[in-house]
């Protein structure tokens, strides 16, 4: 398994499915980014309002949005934004509408590379690979990287067996990346998602199980 630092990027662009994806799963990376001096920005596709959790009474499309706002603070992301695809519909959407808010977006902050979750969806949700397929799409066409967040394998299967959730990670060998991060940031931001962030969530397990390690694939060919 690789070891390493975070790539020197200027401008980071965080493309996600769901409002508390930029905290429970990619938390840590981008306030380790933010912490390194990079400015980072979130492109999250839908409101998240088919989650099954409701930690919050009330409509969840007006309640996550918030939430993400929250979270956002804490992570000291420089823009976020927050559109109105289908939950759970996300492979079903036009991808050329997908991809051109990627294009729009990324112009805007004058993205550096991408940052999104692994191909397979971490946690097993179509949202997250049609989103990762989108940001993968528009990052070969400008060239730019993207790092693709996971989990080991080993990690994985803890999970599956003690828990019953479908997460999915991948062998030492087919990671590029282990990075030391600080939680903290991160912890805050997932206690801005109290309508998601319940007891007894595999979240709570994962955190413990990684510690203070990431883990991160380039998804096509790396930084020069």
């Known amino acids: 398994m690789a070891s390493g630092r975070l790539p020197t990027w200027g401008s980071v662009l965080a493309v996600v499915a769901h409002p508390d994806d ?29 989650s099954t959790v409701h930690g919050v009474e009330g409509p969840l499309a007006g309640i996550r949005a918030g939430e993400l706002t929250g979270a956002a603070g804490e992570l000291g992301l420089s823009d976020v934004r927050l559109l109105s695809y289908p939950d759970g519909g996300l492979a079903g959407v036009d991808a050329d509408g997908l991809a051109a808010a990627v294009r729009v977006m990324a112009d805007d902050v004058a993205a550096d590379g991408f940052v999104a979750f692994d191909p397979s969806g971490v946690t097993g949700h179509p949202d997250h690979t049609a989103a990762t397929a989108v940001a993968m799409r528009v990052a070969e066409e400008r060239g730019v990287s993207v790092l693709g967040w996971t989990i080991p394998e080993s990690v994985a299967a803890r999970l599956r067996t003690d828990l019953g959730v479908p997460f999915r990670g991948h062998e030492p060998e087919e990671i590029d990346l282990v ?9 805050r931001a997932v206690e801005c998602h109290p309508s998601q ?25 790396g930084p020069a």
Do not use: I, N
């Open 179 to 187: 990075v030391e991060v600080d939680r903290s940031g991160q912890r």
């Open 22 to 50: 930029e905290s429970f799963g990619l938390g840590a990376v981008l306030s380790t980014f933010v912490s390194s001096g990079a400015r980072v920005s979130v492109l999250c596709f839908t409101h998240g309002e088919a």
């Open 197 to 221: 962030a319940v007891p007894g969530s595999a979240l709570w397990a994962r955190l413990d199980l990684l510690g203070d390690r990431e883990y991160l694939r380039w998804l096509g060919p």
